[in-house]
């Protein structure tokens, strides 16, 4: 039977464990027709040995060494590249893909043509376990999109055709994966979401309050970008532009007259 699959994963200096978990999760799956990408960022020696070794065990696994590290969204298209299969999923190497993810978005895709992908609800989880489920899923319009990031990259499946058409991911050091999805829709294309929670997604309880304000920019620029190409309208195209910056700022503001009164008194 033709492979019509491949999933894709970059690997730097994950934690061994986790990154164990990771693949098994993939090769532990109910659906097994696939091809398992995974690109060598120049990863630390024991990564490298982890990697070998599951490629020698299984044919299915193929391992692209980077030279040197380039970074996560160019090793992701540096494997998309590669891809001549019908789909692409996504994995990251520190996520647990349920063992029925890859049947059911296969078979939703074979079937629901009018999506060009598809991701799945998912579990969060940090060092203390698990502490909050997504609830979003169905068809995901643009006001919703525009708004959040509702999909989650580890459980994304996707035509491989169209992700080549749109230029895979755009070169963004955070936020690649909101750009893509904003591109998909600028380019007439939608994504679906199942109601199935078919990922455990490791994201610490506290990340959002410490995410960098570097990080807060990149994603006010993808939004300005491609708000503007969906036609957003004015008021809404700068809230939520600038939401991500002021969310960022409030609290520096606050923490900063709160030790100044305090200092005073």
Not at 21 to 40: E, G, K, P, R, W
Not at 174 to 200: C, H, P, S
Request: glycine share 4%.
């Amino acid at each position: 039977m033709q492979t019509e699959l491949t999933i894709i994963m970059s690997e730097h200096n994950s934690k061994s464990s986790q990154l164990k978990m990771a693949i098994d999760s993939i090769l532990n799956q109910t659906y097994q027709n696939f091809i398992l990408l995974i690109v060598d960022d120049e990863t630390k020696e024991e990564n490298k040995k982890i990697l070998l070794e599951y490629a020698k065990k299984d044919e299915r696994i193929k391992v692209i060494k980077n030279e040197k590290n380039v970074g996560f969204v160019k090793s992701l298209n540096k494997a998309i590249k590669l891809v001549s299969t019908k789909y692409i999923a996504r994995m990251d190497t520190d996520d647990i893909a349920n063992y029925e993810r890859l049947e059911k978005q296969i078979k939703f895709m074979k079937n629901h043509p009018e999506y060009a992908f598809i991701g799945t609800r998912a579990n969060f989880w940090d060092e203390k376990g698990m502490y909050l489920t997504s609830n979003i899923y169905g068809e995901i319009d643009v006001n919703t999109l525009v708004r959040f990031c509702v999909f989650f990259h580890s459980s994304i499946m996707i035509r491989t055709d169209i992700l080549k058409q749109v230029g895979m991911y755009d070169e963004y050091k955070r936020n690649e994966d909101y750009a893509l999805y904003l591109k998909l829709y600028t380019n007439g294309f939608k994504g679906y979401i199942l109601k199935e929670v078919l990922l455990d997604y490791r994201q610490d309880k506290e990340s959002f309050k410490r995410k960098k304000y570097e990080d807060r920019i990149i994603e006010a620029k993808i939004r300005n970008q491609y708000f503007k190409l969906l036609k957003v309208p004015t008021f809404k195209r700068y809230q939520y532009t600038i939401k991500p910056l002021l969310v960022g700022l409030i609290p520096k503001f606050l923490l900063f007259h709160y030790k100044k009164i305090r200092n005073v008194r």
